[in-house]
């Protein structure tokens, strides 16, 4: 039975689960459905940690986008957004720098939809509705929002969403077209799980989510390094969660958090 909600899109099949939906579940958010609690429900079961491993990735977001405000950016594309949820990128960068200016990208209606209640009114930042695995479209769109001048550094976020892309839909080819497109100086925040941390967690996270509309494909580090090209890894490299350049207070165990991350300044 479907949930009637006013912030659903009209014609949202709510029974079917989704990623974006599933995140903010295991976030604490409320803009999720019964379909989407039971398959998170089920996640738990394989990672009983995914609570954790989620905060971690969120946290990662923003000392990433403080990062590089710290390096000049000032403008932001964040592929696969999501639904937002505390500390969305625009909040983070328009606080160090109010004239900072985000593109959010998703297709996904209940974010896209949710995203636009909560963007309205600020003209410096914008949702637009594509799929990031077309990178044509979707620098088209963000092009054509005014918000982002790619003749000047970019930061490309795709944080948490590539374990989503099958290895046939060429996942290096997609974040070649995003580094082709931004200019040197830009950089790309980039995490996904991999099967290098906690493995039978990972195999059982695989299994349940082949059940949904958003398998999910894990990569080892070595391969997330290869999506690379044409960047310079910053210090510390490609690592686990919590050792990317913590903070003082972190006592997260970095061999439990699922999920590899790295940042790069394109070269």
């Known amino acids: 039975m479907s949930e009637q909600v006013s912030w659903v899109p009209e014609g949202l099949d709510t029974g079917k689960p989704s990623a974006a939906r599933l995140y903010d579940y295991l976030l604490g958010g409320g803009h999720n459905f019964a379909a989407d609690r039971m398959l998170g429900e089920k996640f738990l079961q394989a990672q009983p940690n995914a609570r954790t491993i989620a905060r971690l990735n969120r946290a990662f977001l ?3 986008v403080l990062f590089m405000m710290d390096n000049g ?3 932001f594309l964040d592929l696969g957004s999501g639904i937002p ?12 720098d109010p004239e900072a200016h985000v593109v959010y990208v998703d297709f996904e209606e209940v974010a896209v939809a949710h995203s636009q209640l909560i963007l309205e009114g600020d003209p410096r930042a914008e ?8 990178p044509d479209a979707v620098l088209e769109a963000a092009r054509e929002s005014g918000l982002i001048d790619f003749t000047q550094p970019v930061g490309v976020l795709a944080v948490g969403v590539f374990h989503f892309v099958p290895p046939e839909a060429d996942p290096s080819a997609i974040v070649a077209a995003y580094r082709d497109a931004v200019p040197q100086g830009s950089y790309l925040a980039f995490s996904q799980f991999t099967q290098d941390l906690q493995p039978e967690e990972m195999a059982g996270i695989v299994e349940v989510m082949k059940k949904s509309q958003n398998p999910m494909f894990p990569r080892t580090m070595s391969e997330v390094e290869g999506l690379f090209g044409g960047f310079e890894l910053v210090e510390p490299g490609i690592v686990p ?12 165990d970095p061999d439990k958090a699922g999920i590899c991350a790295a940042v790069g300044r394109k070269i």
């Open 62 to 64: 923003r000392r990433a």
């Open 73 to 75: 950016i000032r403008q």
């Open 85 to 96: 949820t505390v500390g969305n990128v625009h909040e983070i960068a328009q606080k160090a």
């Open 127 to 134: 949702i637009v509705q594509e799929d990031m695995t077309k």
């Open 241 to 252: 969660l919590p050792l990317w350049r913590p903070e003082a207070t972190n006592t997260d």
